[in-house]
């Protein structure tokens, strides 16, 4: 496949021509770095062992499954039911890699670590280049810049959980909404992004107490027909 | 708690999402107004799971601290600040309000 691949060494920096930034890059480990270590101090106060902690970071890869497991656990349910909605609010990671998986290794092997790395700051950075080359390079050096911090801050969160204290103390369950809402900010300059992301935020809004963990997102998927509204012409 | 098998089935399912995923959609077969939308599905979620991490705390909508944090990095982008500063500021709103309540 040609183009498919690198010549040389993986991108390491924003490639050249990519809306990517060295701030967002940074500003990403930061986040995950923080987000993983936050994530790592709950779960070893909720009891799980911290080597299993460290271990569920890399092979799970996904801290909203990690959070809504031990959710369902300490609202009384069973481990299926835990389970279950584990799996549901990772669901939005396979819609993601359906969104993005066209415009980055159609097969082989590469397409099967995409797939095992799509958070939402890639796949959305990926998303918002016009050409499918950079998009590959941008969800590349993203993911380098996203997944190790947040290995690396799950360690640190798990093996100093006892001496961080509440990490709700610092503020830092607003660092990723804050850190997702700089991301698809750009989109929302047009009329058809604001309307996107509008309709997919009262979607869940409206829909989290009444639909299990994860569905709400699911169903927000929906306001994405919404480009396809006709714009308005002044 | 997270056991070690509960563990390796949370990690088996939520690959398998992904994997699913990734290989559901053949690039070569997607109309232009397909396409559109395709690209639209992140932008949708992401917001979805902003409006739930500002404003729902284990499936009930609460509006507290954070939705402050988080309308502060919406001034800052506004403004057009640097990323990290967004970040930082969000933060610290967050939790000077916590502290202040």
Same mark, same amino acid.
């Given at each position: 496949?040609?183009?498919?691949?690198?010549?040389?060494?993986?991108?390491?920096?924003?490639?050249?021509?990519?809306?990517?930034? #060295?701030?967002?890059?940074?500003?990403?480990?930061?986040?995950?770095?923080?987000?993983?270590?936050? %994530?790592?101090?709950?779960?070893?106060?909720?009891?799980?062992?911290?080597?299993?902690?460290?271990?569920?970071?890399?092979?799970?890869?996904?801290?909203?499954?990690?959070?809504?497991?031990?959710?369902?656990? +300490?609202?009384?349910?069973?481990?299926?039911?835990?389970?279950?909605?584990?799996?549901?609010?990772?669901?939005?990671?396979?819609?993601?890699?359906?969104?993005?998986?066209?415009?980055?290794?159609?097969?082989? #092997? $590469?397409?099967?670590?995409?797939?095992?790395?799509?958070?939402?700051?890639?796949?959305?950075?990926?998303?918002?280049?016009?050409? +499918?080359?950079?998009?590959?390079?941008?969800?590349?050096?993203?993911?380098?810049?996203?997944?190790?911090?947040?290995?690396?801050?799950?360690?640190?969160?798990?093996?100093?959980?006892?001496?961080?204290? +509440?990490?709700?103390?610092?503020?830092?369950?607003?660092?990723?909404?804050?850190?997702?809402?700089?991301?698809?900010?750009? $989109?929302?300059?047009?009329?058809?992004?604001? $309307?996107?992301?509008?309709?997919?935020?009262?979607?869940?809004?409206?829909?989290?107490?009444?639909?299990?963990?994860?569905?709400?997102?699911?169903?927000?998927? %929906?306001?994405?027909?919404?480009?396809?509204?006709?714009?308005?012409?002044? | 708690?997270?056991?070690?098998?509960?563990?390796?089935?949370?990690?088996?399912?939520?690959?398998?999402?992904?994997?699913?995923?990734?290989?559901?959609?053949?690039?070569?077969?997607?109309?232009?107004?397909?396409?559109? %939308?395709?690209? %639209?599905?992140?932008?949708?979620?992401?917001?979805?799971?902003?409006?739930?991490?500002?404003?729902?705390?284990?499936?009930?909508?609460?509006?507290?601290?954070?939705?402050?944090?988080?309308?502060?990095?919406?001034?800052?982008?506004?403004? $057009?600040?640097?990323?990290?500063?967004?970040?930082?500021?969000?933060?610290?709103?967050?939790?000077?309000?916590?502290?202040?309540?």
């Amino acid at each position: 496949m040609k183009g498919m691949a690198w010549p040389g060494r993986l991108p390491l920096a924003p490639p050249a021509g990519s809306q990517l930034t #060295w701030g967002e890059l940074l500003t990403i480990a930061a986040t995950y770095f923080s987000v993983g270590a936050a %994530a790592a101090v709950v779960l070893v106060n909720g009891g799980t062992d911290r080597w299993i902690v460290i271990a569920s970071a890399v092979l799970i890869n996904a801290v909203t499954t990690q959070l809504a497991y031990l959710a369902a656990i +300490d609202a009384g349910g069973s481990s299926w039911v835990a389970i279950v909605s584990g799996w549901l609010v990772a669901t939005r990671f396979g819609l993601l890699a359906l969104a993005v998986g066209p415009r980055l290794w159609p097969r082989g #092997w $590469r397409r099967a670590v995409a797939a095992f790395n799509v958070f939402d700051p890639n796949a959305a950075i990926a998303a918002r280049e016009e050409d +499918d080359d950079t998009a590959r390079r941008v969800f590349t050096v993203t993911t380098l810049f996203l997944v190790p911090p947040w290995f690396v801050g799950s360690a640190v969160g798990a093996l100093l959980a006892d001496r961080l204290g +509440d990490p709700q103390l610092l503020g830092l369950d607003a660092v990723l909404p804050a850190l997702l809402l700089a991301i698809i900010w750009p $989109r929302l300059a047009t009329a058809a992004g604001r $309307r996107v992301a509008l309709g997919a935020a009262l979607i869940a809004a409206a829909l989290v107490q009444v639909a299990p963990g994860g569905v709400p997102v699911i169903a927000a998927v %929906a306001a994405a027909g919404l480009v396809w509204l006709p714009e308005r012409r002044p | 708690m997270i056991t070690w098998v509960t563990m390796l089935v949370l990690a088996a399912g939520v690959f398998g999402q992904r994997l699913a995923g990734m290989v559901a959609v053949q690039p070569d077969a997607l109309p232009d107004r397909w396409r559109a %939308a395709l690209d %639209a599905i992140p932008l949708a979620i992401i917001a979805a799971v902003i409006a739930l991490q500002t404003l729902s705390t284990a499936g009930s909508l609460t509006v507290d601290a954070r939705a402050i944090g988080v309308a502060a990095a919406g001034v800052c982008l506004w403004l $057009r600040l640097p990323l990290a500063i967004v970040v930082v500021v969000a933060a610290a709103t967050t939790a000077l309000v916590r502290l202040a309540a």
